[in-house]
């Protein structure tokens, strides 16, 4: 949980994206707020990219329905001013960058459904403790070879693997945004942020051996518990995180809407 001025802090300040990403086209965060009577009932951050209106995030009071249609309005009123032909949520940078809305958040998910928006993307978070899971396999190919670039100022571990002189994994875990260093339990989590297998080596156990060689690693340095996301209907990778302990948790969905003239 965040104390309010490590909100404000966050809202006012600088892209966490910038640790990762320097390179990236600095888009200009907005927010976006509805009030009444000196209260805060919707709001929300959101950035234009060409003809597209980017909601990164979206959180409104359940006990105030018009306030979030309020504020639906008001932004695609902005974004056809600036041009734009569509409103799509994306990705969050608070927290470990979930995409869209948690269907938890059932107020906002049908507040959007109700305004026009449908499902783009739908995600799924999954959480697991490193003490349950399995300790690495032998490596899958006797010329397999990791390579770990660790970048500490970025909270960046990324990890390469070649099978002799091809490569043929890597996966990324990044530390949580600083802004939580204060909450409890902090340094305790890392997320993972991806993994990918190049073809010609799917479906021999390489992502089960890096995933589980790298989480070893992570646990003798201290980190605990993992987050991860992947997509709902991607059932290979559930399934192998499920193999790993992970637990499904909320599904996130990324809604999008067309705008008319």
């Not at 309005?73 to 409103?87: F, K, N, Q, S, Y």
């Not at 507040?111 to 959480?127: F, N, Q, S, T």
């Amino acid at each position: 949980t965040l104390a309010p001025g490590q909100v404000a802090s966050w809202l006012g300040g600088p892209s966490s994206w910038r640790i990762h990403y320097p390179d990236q086209p600095r888009l200009g965060k907005r927010d976006l707020g509805v009030t009444a009577d000196g209260r805060l009932l919707a709001a929300g951050q959101y950035m234009i990219d060409g003809t597209s209106c980017l909601v990164s995030w979206l959180a409104a009071d359940p006990g105030e329905p018009g306030a979030l249609e309020e504020w639906i309005g008001a932004l695609e009123d902005l974004a056809r001013d600036r041009g734009c032909t569509a409103v799509v949520q994306s990705r969050n940078e608070l927290g470990i960058g979930w995409f869209g809305t948690p269907l938890v958040w059932d107020h906002v998910v049908r507040g959007l459904r109700e305004a026009g928006y449908e499902p783009i993307e739908r995600w799924v978070i999954m959480a697991g403790d490193l003490g349950s899971v399995p300790p690495p396999p032998k490596p899958p190919y006797r010329s397999l070879r990791v390579e770990h670039r660790d970048d500490p100022a970025a909270l960046e571990r990324a990890t390469h693997v070649w099978v002799g002189a091809v490569p043929a994994a890597d996966c990324t875990f990044w530390g949580a945004p600083s802004v939580f260093r204060d909450c409890p339990g902090y340094a305790a989590w890392m997320t993972l942020e991806a993994i990918d297998v190049e073809e010609p080596f799917h479906r021999q156990g390489i992502a089960r051996y890096l995933l589980t060689s790298e989480m070893a690693r992570l646990a003798e340095q201290g980190i605990r518990h993992v987050l991860l996301f992947t997509e709902v209907g991607n059932l290979p990778a559930r399934r192998l995180f499920e193999s790993l302990g992970f637990a499904a948790g909320p599904e996130c969905w990324c809604l999008g809407h067309t705008l008319g003239c």
